[in-house]
């Protein structure tokens, strides 16, 4: 258990939906990061949040967008979705914002059919 | 640019050992990393080396960090079956930002 727990672990929903997928990152860890992994991309960073605040941007696009809350849990929000968001998308979390101990959750797995 | 180059696939023995290479871009890169993907599941940290650092070792698990030439490999010893996964390398990219590159992984084949 890497300590950073992602809900859902699958999630299947039609085109032009809208899905939220939420991180817990590990106890401690006050940055919190969104990447998506697909099989012709590879793994691409999405966001990062540091205490609640937005603090890098990689190859997000405009329909999906994040949040980090108080308690430091994340949401990153995927709407009107395609069939090429189908992908496994990661959240991970460190203690500072360059780096150090960084661990990934377990992932969701979205299927848009 | 950036780019982290590993090579795809590497088939071991087991028993023997195995050793993942990978060369990346960014020169002030502070921390590089190993992680380790088994089918259908996450990526597992499994080893991280700061900068300043020429070698790591973790159990089975040895880090080399050349920063001359900006090569990175991994070597896991008495490699077992249970270590076939792929291996991602990664870099953390300098200049304030805070995302990992990472290489397109290495497969790792264990056979008896």
């Known amino acids: 258990d890497s300590g950073v727990t992602q809900t859902p672990k699958h999630l299947i929903t039609a085109t032009g939906q809208r899905v939220t997928l939420r991180c817990s990152p590990r106890?401690?860890?006050?940055?919190v990061y969104w990447y998506q992994q697909s099989l012709d991309q590879g793994l691409q960073f999405l966001i990062q949040?540091?205490?609640?605040?937005?603090?890098a941007k990689g190859n997000i696009l405009e329909r999906f967008s994040a949040q980090q809350f108080p308690d430091l849990h994340s949401e990153l929000n995927l709407s009107s979705l395609e069939l090429g968001d189908s992908a496994l998308y990661f959240c991970?979390?460190?203690?500072?914002?360059?780096?150090?101990?960084?661990?990934f959750g377990s992932g969701t797995r979205l299927t848009v059919v | 640019g950036e780019d982290v180059e590993q090579s795809l696939f590497l088939s071991v023995r087991e028993g023997d050992s195995s050793v993942i290479n990978c060369t990346y871009t960014?020169?002030?890169?502070?921390?590089l990393y190993w992680y380790k993907q088994e089918p259908g599941a996450g990526l597992q940290l499994l080893t991280y080396?700061?900068?300043?650092?020429d070698m790591k070792q973790d159990q089975r698990l040895t880090v080399l960090l050349n920063k001359k030439d900006k090569h990175l490999s991994l070597r896991i010893a008495d490699t077992q079956t249970g270590d076939s996964a792929i291996y991602f390398c990664?870099?953390?990219?300098?200049?304030?930002?805070?995302?990992?590159?990472f290489g397109a992984g290495t497969r790792l084949a264990v056979h008896p």
């Open positions: 991970a979390s460190s203690v500072e914002t360059g780096g150090g101990r960084y661990t």
């Open positions: 106890s401690g860890d006050l940055s």
């Open positions: 949040y540091y205490n609640g605040e937005e603090r």
């Open positions: 960014d020169s002030s890169s502070t921390y």
């Open positions: 080396i700061f900068s300043n650092m």
């Open positions: 990664a870099e953390i990219q300098a200049g304030g930002y805070n995302k990992l590159i």
